[in-house]
């Protein structure tokens, strides 16, 4: 991974990779993901819920089909990248992972954007996380 001047971070996304995708952990969608998603594959709310999302009392997260961790992922990559739920949007400025280099250095063994791209700032990096931290409040 490149050196990175202090107080700020490389991502950048690479074309084609999977790779968060594929790792074990649910999916959460806002309510507002779910009204997107559900236009953008021209469903009702009600619809798209009762097919994909399984529901709590505070979060909504998509049901697992068998091993498939995700079930918008197809080989070509994410079926509703335009409208994708907002902690896929967001990865990695997670905040757990802006938060700490330890986390940071270790979620980077896996992605391969991370330590590619322009340099960003570790304050608009944490805005970032701030909107995780809207998006699903009972998480952090
Ligand atoms: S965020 Fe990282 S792991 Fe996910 S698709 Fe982009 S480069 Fe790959
Ligand atoms: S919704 Fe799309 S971006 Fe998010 S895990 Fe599923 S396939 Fe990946």
Redesign the pocket.
Same mark, same amino acid.
Request: with cysteine; net charge positive.
């Given at each position: 991974m490149p050196e990175t001047p202090d107080g700020f971070l490389r991502f950048e996304c690479q074309r084609g990779c =999977?790779k968060?995708?594929e790792r074990e952990g649910y =999916?959460y969608f806002t309510e507002a993901d779910l009204r997107n998603a559900a236009e953008h594959l021209k469903m009702t709310a009600k619809a798209f819920e009762k097919k994909y999302i399984y529901r709590t009392r505070h979060q909504r997260r998509l049901r697992k089909l068998g091993k498939q961790? @995700?079930v918008?992922?197809t080989p070509e990559g @994410?079926?509703?990248?335009d409208v994708?739920?907002t902690q896929?949007r967001l990865f990695p400025f997670w905040p757990t992972l802006v938060a700490s280099t330890r986390e940071w250095n270790s979620t980077a063994k896996w992605c391969p954007g991370i330590g590619q791209g322009p340099l960003i700032q570790i304050g608009s990096a944490m805005e970032a996380a701030d909107e995780m931290h809207e998006a699903y409040p009972t998480f952090f």
């Open positions: =999977v968060c995708c =999916v961790q @995700c918008f992922l @994410c079926s509703i990248h994708k739920p896929c």
